[in-house]
């Protein structure tokens, strides 16, 4: 059987619909949806009515969708926080059944095919320990790739070093069951075998951020117990996703969330995780260390940050 798996849509219908038809192109059986669908960029209610028509699929929800569980619990005067605001954006305009949709997914999902067992979760404590393995984190990914550039070929052999080099990460991957893993959370394309486990990161369909602005995708086909990965990047209309913050609202919403998610669009570097970390600066020198800031803080980060 053929696998499309697809991660980290994160509210860009444009690149999903692309890769939904690359994946159809090319004869996939099955879809395996692991996180992460609806913030981020504006179109998250799009991107979750094309999901709920797929015919045959496997979905789970990833950090995203978790943060949806903790904005229900809250009194929706509460939901200020300028830095929350591509989170609030998300979750304010999925219809009530999306919502519900998303919120009703399984974490975690194990299926069979021909005796191997496929592992589905959003992210794996193996690659995001701590201390972290900085290949397998986009900020660094990216002051990695401005100092000395290296291939995609390249970083699949040097994050795949870096892991196996890790203290406890083989005794780690020994510990588990023999099988397929996939994982995705990072939106950086990756996969590897060791030893039987078979582990593959489809990267992130609408937000990429390993250098390369195509929507991101892998394919799994298991013949008679035998698994073989295809890498995939799909064209799409970059312009459309950017136009779309426009036109939705989102960047009068949330201007300066919008120039990011522009720059990570157009760039495919993660611009985020920079802004983020700067946040967290600007917050502990002001003595706030919880998420999110308030708008106090707020403004000082925007007022400080250089980058746009």
Known sequence: MKYAIISDI??????????LADAEAVGVDKYLLIGDYASSFSQGNDVVNAIRKLKSAVVIRGNGEDYFFALKEKDPQELTHEQAKPIYWGYRNLSHDNLEYLLNLPKTEIITDSGVNIHLAHAMDLFYREPRIELFRSGIFCRLMEATPFTHGEYLRLAREALLATPGAIDEIQSLPVGVYLFGHNHLQFYMEYEGRLFVNPGSCGEPLDWDTRAAYTILTITDGVSQVEERRVEYNIQAAIDALDSSGFTEYAPLWSKIMKLEAAEAKDYF???????AETGRKMGETQFPVSNVVWEEVVRTWGVI
Do not use: L, M, P, R
């Not at 994160?10 to 890769?19: C, K, L, T, W």
């Not at 995780?273 to 946040?279: D, K, T």
């Open 273 to 279: 995780g920079q802004f983020v970390a700067h946040i």
């Open 10 to 19: 994160h509210g860009n219908s444009h690149a999903f619909e692309a890769v």
